[in-house]
């Protein structure tokens, strides 16, 4: 392979260099800001001298956080409904997917399914209608309440069936003169050929169910029900006048809303932190294979 090695090449390279370097900075710099924040005094937090360094080592706000029961059990919440939420969601994408991704000789009724989707991807019915058609289902305080009426994802479903038209054709006819039916070929061909689109839409499902707090809000009472993230939008320091302490004053001073909230910011982002790097390495591909139609 043949390089360009003038001066103006050379250039370009190291400006090039140099402008990712401080697009990097740039999106690492606010998760820095929020650790150092989370690990300051609160009186340096407050007068806003803290920028991508602590100030007054101080870990209090963490302690605040982890000695609350009901973080616990709002973060248990928050695993499970991620993991269901993730699995079933990629199922009925899948078998969304497979029937939209064959032509119209195979599913004469595509192109009219293919415009519904499209049409409740750009409408919905608004939220007090879905409200009431919640209540009236009795889902309210259910657990299932806040998997079940975003499972289908209009747009995830499209990425997989471009994926899977974007596929040779001729491994699908191939394994029709073998005698393969619908399931076979798509458990036994399109499955395992389709993992870098799967990671992607895994990654899409998790970091969104993850971050999502409003449902909860609107259907969910129970404290045993709330997830991590409606719990900490709940959340706020208040200190009951008829109920003050040493230890309460104590706390007073060691706590801020600006630490404590960096402290909430920094524990609920690490589980994606951990989880992005080992599905991101499929991201290009699955979104750029999903996203063109033959």
Do not use: C
């Not at 209540?135 to 990425?159: D, E, Q």
């Amino acid at each position: 392979m043949v390089q360009n090695k003038t001066l103006g090449s050379r250039s370009f390279d190291v400006l090039l260099l140099l402008f990712m370097a401080v697009i990097s900075l740039l999106s690492v710099a606010p998760i820095i800001h929020t650790l150092a924040l989370s690990l300051s005094k609160a009186s340096f937090a407050m007068a806003g001298q803290v920028f991508l360094w602590p100030k007054g080592f101080d870990i209090s706000s963490y302690q605040k956080v982890f000695t609350d029961k009901q973080f616990f059990l709002s973060f248990w919440v928050s695993v499970k409904r991620t993991v269901t939420y993730t699995g079933f969601s990629l199922l009925v994408t899948v078998l969304m997917s497979y029937p939209l991704s064959r032509e119209t000789r195979q599913f004469k009724s595509r192109n009219v399914y293919m415009w519904v989707f499209v049409f409740v991807m750009m409408f919905n019915g608004g939220l007090v209608p879905t409200y009431l058609t919640i209540k009236s289902l009795g889902m309210m305080n259910n657990f299932w309440v806040l998997i079940l009426p975003g499972l289908v994802n209009v747009y995830n479903a499209i990425l997989v069936m471009n994926f899977f038209r974007n596929l040779p054709k001729e491994l699908d006819e191939s394994a029709g003169m073998d005698g393969a039916g619908a399931w076979r070929k798509l458990v036994l061909i399109y499955l395992p050929l389709s993992l870098p689109v799967l990671a992607t839409i895994t990654l899409f499902n998790i970091v969104s169910t993850w971050n999502e707090y409003f449902s909860a809000m609107i259907y969910v009472t129970k404290s045993n029900l709330i997830p991590l993230q409606t719990y900490l939008q709940q959340v706020v320091v208040t200190i009951d006048p008829t109920k003050i302490t040493t230890e309460n004053v104590s706390q007073l001073t060691k706590v801020s809303s600006e630490t404590l909230n960096s402290a909430k910011i920094a524990v609920t982002m690490l589980p994606i932190l951990i989880i992005y790097p080992l599905l991101q390495r499929y991201f290009i591909t699955g979104i750029t294979m999903g996203s063109v139609k033959e």
